[in-house]
Protein backbone atom coordinates (compact mmCIF):
# COMPACT_ATOMS: atom_id res chain seq x y z
CA UNK A 1 0.00 0.00 0.00
CA UNK A 2 1.34 3.54 -1.10
CA UNK A 3 2.66 5.69 2.15
CA UNK A 4 0.53 8.44 2.97
CA UNK A 5 2.42 12.21 3.90
CA UNK A 6 1.20 15.48 5.26
CA UNK A 7 3.04 18.47 3.59
CA UNK A 8 1.59 21.24 6.21
CA UNK A 9 1.72 24.50 4.22
CA UNK A 10 1.84 22.26 1.11
CA UNK A 11 -0.01 23.80 -1.74
CA UNK A 12 2.26 26.93 -2.94
CA UNK A 13 5.59 27.68 -2.91
CA UNK A 14 8.02 25.40 -1.48
CA UNK A 15 5.02 23.35 0.02
CA UNK A 16 3.78 22.91 -3.67
CA UNK A 17 7.06 21.52 -4.87
CA UNK A 18 7.34 19.39 -2.19
CA UNK A 19 3.64 17.70 -2.41
CA UNK A 20 4.58 17.15 -5.97
CA UNK A 21 7.78 15.23 -5.52
CA UNK A 22 6.62 13.03 -3.07
CA UNK A 23 3.38 12.05 -5.66
CA UNK A 24 5.69 11.31 -8.12
CA UNK A 25 7.37 9.20 -5.66
CA UNK A 26 4.36 7.28 -5.31
CA UNK A 27 3.47 8.67 -2.04
CA UNK A 28 -0.17 9.78 -1.51
CA UNK A 29 0.13 13.05 -0.65
CA UNK A 30 -1.89 15.24 1.79
CA UNK A 31 -1.52 19.25 1.05
CA UNK A 32 -2.06 21.46 4.48
CA UNK A 33 -2.68 25.44 4.11
CA UNK A 34 -3.80 27.98 6.28
CA UNK A 35 -6.56 30.28 4.75
CA UNK A 36 -6.01 30.73 0.82
CA UNK A 37 -8.76 28.60 -0.21
CA UNK A 38 -8.69 29.53 -3.91
CA UNK A 39 -4.92 28.25 -4.22
CA UNK A 40 -6.17 25.26 -2.41
CA UNK A 41 -8.99 24.69 -4.55
CA UNK A 42 -7.04 25.08 -8.08
CA UNK A 43 -3.75 23.18 -6.63
CA UNK A 44 -5.99 19.56 -5.54
CA UNK A 45 -8.16 20.25 -9.16
CA UNK A 46 -4.46 20.93 -10.99
CA UNK A 47 -2.45 17.94 -9.26
CA UNK A 48 -5.60 15.60 -7.84
CA UNK A 49 -3.93 16.17 -4.23
CA UNK A 50 -6.16 16.72 -1.82
CA UNK A 51 -6.09 19.67 0.62
CA UNK A 52 -6.96 19.91 4.20
CA UNK A 53 -7.34 23.03 5.50
CA UNK A 54 -6.18 23.64 9.57
CA UNK A 55 -4.08 26.17 11.49
CA UNK A 56 -0.27 24.28 12.58
CA UNK A 57 -0.15 26.65 14.89
CA UNK A 58 -3.43 25.59 16.93
CA UNK A 59 -2.37 21.99 18.82
CA UNK A 60 -6.17 20.66 18.79
CA UNK A 61 -6.77 21.50 15.01
CA UNK A 62 -3.62 19.57 14.48
CA UNK A 63 -4.61 16.42 15.98
CA UNK A 64 -7.94 16.84 14.73
CA UNK A 65 -6.41 17.71 11.07
CA UNK A 66 -4.20 14.28 11.43
CA UNK A 67 -7.31 12.43 11.94
CA UNK A 68 -9.10 13.90 9.15
CA UNK A 69 -6.77 13.01 7.11
CA UNK A 70 -6.34 9.53 8.29
CA UNK A 71 -10.04 9.06 7.85
CA UNK A 72 -9.45 9.70 4.16
CA UNK A 73 -6.10 8.43 3.41
CA UNK A 74 -5.00 6.21 5.83
CA UNK A 75 -2.32 6.24 8.86
CA UNK A 76 0.22 8.76 8.26
CA UNK A 77 3.92 7.72 7.71
CA UNK A 78 5.51 11.07 6.46
CA UNK A 79 5.41 14.70 7.82
CA UNK A 80 7.07 17.78 5.94
CA UNK A 81 6.81 20.41 8.53
CA UNK A 82 7.07 23.38 6.05
CA UNK A 83 4.61 25.61 6.78
CA UNK A 84 6.09 28.92 7.75
CA UNK A 85 5.71 32.87 7.79
CA UNK A 86 7.56 35.86 8.71
CA UNK A 87 6.90 39.23 10.34
CA UNK A 88 10.37 41.17 10.23
CA UNK A 89 11.17 43.91 12.41
CA UNK A 90 13.85 44.81 14.31
CA UNK A 91 13.73 44.02 18.02
CA UNK A 92 12.52 47.68 18.90
CA UNK A 93 9.56 47.74 16.47
CA UNK A 94 8.78 43.92 16.68
CA UNK A 95 5.26 43.41 18.73
CA UNK A 96 5.14 40.77 21.41
CA UNK A 97 2.35 39.13 18.57
CA UNK A 98 4.63 39.27 15.45
CA UNK A 99 7.15 37.01 17.71
CA UNK A 100 4.61 35.06 18.95
CA UNK A 101 2.58 34.11 15.79
CA UNK A 102 6.42 33.31 13.99
CA UNK A 103 7.34 31.29 17.57
CA UNK A 104 3.98 29.34 17.35
CA UNK A 105 3.89 28.98 13.66
CA UNK A 106 7.17 27.93 12.46
CA UNK A 107 8.30 26.00 15.72
CA UNK A 108 5.14 24.85 17.22
CA UNK A 109 3.78 23.80 14.35
CA UNK A 110 6.49 21.13 14.16
CA UNK A 111 5.77 19.96 17.57
CA UNK A 112 2.03 20.05 17.24
CA UNK A 113 2.43 17.43 13.96
CA UNK A 114 4.96 15.74 15.74
CA UNK A 115 2.46 14.86 18.64
CA UNK A 116 -0.25 14.26 16.70
CA UNK A 117 1.41 11.76 13.90
CA UNK A 118 4.75 10.19 15.98
CA UNK A 119 3.31 7.21 18.51
CA UNK A 120 1.17 6.01 14.89
CA UNK A 121 5.11 5.60 13.24
CA UNK A 122 6.47 4.24 16.35
CA UNK A 123 3.34 1.40 16.56
CA UNK A 124 4.19 0.74 12.48
CA UNK A 125 8.05 1.07 13.23
CA UNK A 126 8.77 2.75 10.32
CA UNK A 127 8.29 6.79 9.73
CA UNK A 128 9.89 10.24 8.64
CA UNK A 129 9.78 13.47 10.13
CA UNK A 130 11.63 16.36 7.44
CA UNK A 131 11.11 19.95 9.08
CA UNK A 132 12.29 23.19 6.78
CA UNK A 133 14.43 25.50 8.77
CA UNK A 134 16.27 27.60 6.92
CA UNK A 135 20.04 29.28 6.33
CA UNK A 136 18.71 32.35 8.18
CA UNK A 137 17.80 30.22 11.31
CA UNK A 138 21.82 28.85 11.18
CA UNK A 139 23.14 32.59 10.99
CA UNK A 140 20.65 35.05 11.80
CA UNK A 141 19.49 37.88 9.68
CA UNK A 142 19.09 41.40 10.59
CA UNK A 143 15.35 41.85 11.34
CA UNK A 144 14.48 38.31 12.05
CA UNK A 145 15.02 37.53 15.73
CA UNK A 146 11.22 35.43 15.38
CA UNK A 147 11.81 34.34 12.19
CA UNK A 148 16.00 32.67 13.14
CA UNK A 149 15.26 32.13 16.99
CA UNK A 150 12.05 29.95 15.41
CA UNK A 151 14.85 27.96 12.64
CA UNK A 152 17.18 28.21 15.03
CA UNK A 153 14.60 25.74 17.55
CA UNK A 154 14.03 23.51 14.23
CA UNK A 155 17.12 22.16 14.00
CA UNK A 156 17.31 21.45 17.88
CA UNK A 157 14.00 20.15 17.90
CA UNK A 158 14.97 17.68 14.95
CA UNK A 159 18.25 16.37 16.80
CA UNK A 160 16.38 15.44 20.06
CA UNK A 161 13.65 13.60 18.04
CA UNK A 162 15.80 11.91 15.96
CA UNK A 163 17.25 10.23 19.29
CA UNK A 164 13.54 9.61 20.18
CA UNK A 165 12.79 7.96 16.78
CA UNK A 166 15.92 6.10 15.94
CA UNK A 167 14.79 2.74 17.50
CA UNK A 168 11.66 3.05 15.97
CA UNK A 169 12.25 3.59 11.99
CA UNK A 170 11.70 6.89 12.41
CA UNK A 171 13.92 9.42 11.03
CA UNK A 172 13.70 12.94 11.60
CA UNK A 173 15.82 15.46 9.87
CA UNK A 174 15.93 19.10 8.49
CA UNK A 175 16.53 20.98 5.48
CA UNK A 176 18.07 24.45 5.43
CA UNK A 177 17.46 26.33 2.72
CA UNK A 178 18.89 28.98 1.03
CA UNK A 179 16.65 31.87 -0.54
CA UNK A 180 14.07 30.63 -2.55
CA UNK A 181 12.06 31.85 -5.14
CA UNK A 182 8.88 32.18 -3.29
CA UNK A 183 5.90 34.36 -2.40
CA UNK A 184 8.05 34.45 0.42
CA UNK A 185 10.97 36.03 -1.03
CA UNK A 186 9.21 38.30 -3.53
CA UNK A 187 8.27 40.27 -0.12
CA UNK A 188 11.52 41.35 0.33
CA UNK A 189 12.36 44.60 -1.28
CA UNK A 190 13.79 44.35 -4.76
CA UNK A 191 17.22 46.33 -3.39
CA UNK A 192 17.74 44.28 -0.36
CA UNK A 193 17.14 40.87 -2.49
CA UNK A 194 19.96 42.34 -5.29
CA UNK A 195 22.42 42.30 -2.21
CA UNK A 196 21.01 39.30 -0.81
CA UNK A 197 21.75 37.35 -4.42
CA UNK A 198 25.24 39.13 -4.38
CA UNK A 199 26.19 36.55 -1.46
CA UNK A 200 24.93 33.45 -3.02
CA UNK A 201 28.38 31.57 -4.81
CA UNK A 202 26.02 30.18 -7.25
CA UNK A 203 24.73 33.96 -8.32
CA UNK A 204 21.01 32.83 -8.18
CA UNK A 205 18.27 32.22 -5.95
CA UNK A 206 17.07 28.47 -5.69
CA UNK A 207 14.23 27.03 -7.14
CA UNK A 208 11.25 25.42 -5.16
CA UNK A 209 11.99 21.82 -6.73
CA UNK A 210 15.67 22.11 -5.17
CA UNK A 211 14.32 21.75 -2.21
CA UNK A 212 11.31 19.30 -2.60
CA UNK A 213 14.25 16.66 -4.19
CA UNK A 214 15.76 16.64 -0.72
CA UNK A 215 13.15 16.23 0.73
CA UNK A 216 11.71 13.54 -1.32
CA UNK A 217 15.11 11.76 -0.90
CA UNK A 218 15.28 12.05 3.60
CA UNK A 219 11.56 10.94 3.16
CA UNK A 220 12.21 7.83 0.86
CA UNK A 221 13.92 4.32 2.74
CA UNK A 222 17.57 4.90 0.93
CA UNK A 223 17.82 7.47 4.01
CA UNK A 224 17.13 5.24 6.45
CA UNK A 225 20.39 5.46 7.82
CA UNK A 226 20.17 9.58 8.09
CA UNK A 227 19.18 11.13 11.38
CA UNK A 228 19.33 14.00 12.58
CA UNK A 229 20.72 15.90 10.20
CA UNK A 230 20.55 19.24 8.46
CA UNK A 231 21.18 19.37 4.63
CA UNK A 232 21.80 23.01 3.24
CA UNK A 233 20.42 23.45 0.33
CA UNK A 234 21.29 27.12 -0.44
CA UNK A 235 23.93 27.53 -3.31
CA UNK A 236 26.88 27.51 -0.67
CA UNK A 237 25.61 30.22 0.91
CA UNK A 238 26.55 28.99 4.56
CA UNK A 239 29.87 28.74 3.96
CA UNK A 240 30.28 32.38 4.08
P1 LIG B 1 5.09 30.70 1.19
O1 LIG B 1 4.80 31.95 1.93
O2 LIG B 1 5.17 30.74 -0.29
O3 LIG B 1 4.01 29.57 1.61
C1 LIG B 1 3.79 29.31 2.96
C2 LIG B 1 2.85 28.14 3.10
O4 LIG B 1 2.67 27.91 4.51
C3 LIG B 1 1.48 28.41 2.53
O5 LIG B 1 0.98 27.21 1.94
C4 LIG B 1 0.63 28.78 3.74
O6 LIG B 1 -0.77 28.46 3.62
C5 LIG B 1 1.27 27.88 4.79
N1 LIG B 1 1.04 28.37 6.13
C6 LIG B 1 1.41 29.55 6.69
N2 LIG B 1 0.98 29.62 7.96
C7 LIG B 1 0.32 28.46 8.21
C8 LIG B 1 -0.38 27.95 9.32
N3 LIG B 1 -0.47 28.64 10.46
N4 LIG B 1 -0.98 26.74 9.22
C9 LIG B 1 -0.89 26.00 8.07
N5 LIG B 1 -0.24 26.44 6.99
C10 LIG B 1 0.35 27.66 7.05
O7 LIG B 1 6.42 30.13 1.83
P2 LIG B 1 7.67 29.39 1.14
O8 LIG B 1 7.19 28.35 0.22
O9 LIG B 1 8.62 30.39 0.67
O10 LIG B 1 8.34 28.72 2.44
C11 LIG B 1 8.05 27.40 2.85
C12 LIG B 1 8.93 27.07 4.05
O11 LIG B 1 10.31 27.23 3.68
C13 LIG B 1 8.72 28.00 5.25
O12 LIG B 1 8.84 27.26 6.44
C14 LIG B 1 9.84 28.99 5.12
O13 LIG B 1 10.17 29.57 6.36
C15 LIG B 1 10.95 28.10 4.59
N6 LIG B 1 12.00 28.81 3.91
C16 LIG B 1 11.73 29.55 2.79
C17 LIG B 1 12.77 30.22 2.16
C18 LIG B 1 12.53 31.01 0.93
O14 LIG B 1 13.50 31.62 0.47
N7 LIG B 1 11.35 31.04 0.34
C19 LIG B 1 14.13 30.17 2.67
C20 LIG B 1 14.30 29.34 3.83
C21 LIG B 1 13.26 28.70 4.41
P3 LIG B 1 -1.78 29.41 2.77
O15 LIG B 1 -1.46 29.13 1.32
O16 LIG B 1 -3.14 28.96 3.15
O17 LIG B 1 -1.47 30.81 3.15
Known amino acids: MARVAIVTGGTRGIGEAISLALKEKGITVAANFAGDESKAKSFTEKHGIQSFRWNVADFDACQEGVR ?20 DGTLLKMSYEAWKDVIDTNLGGCFNMAKATFSGMKDRGWGRIVNIGSINGQAGQYGQVNYAAAKSGIHGFTKALAQEGARFGITVNAIAPGYIDTDMVAAVPAEVLAKIVAKIPVGRLGQAHEIARGVAFLCSDDAGFVTGSTLSINGGQHMY
Do not use: F, K, S
Open 68 to 87: RVEDALGPVDIVVNNAGITR
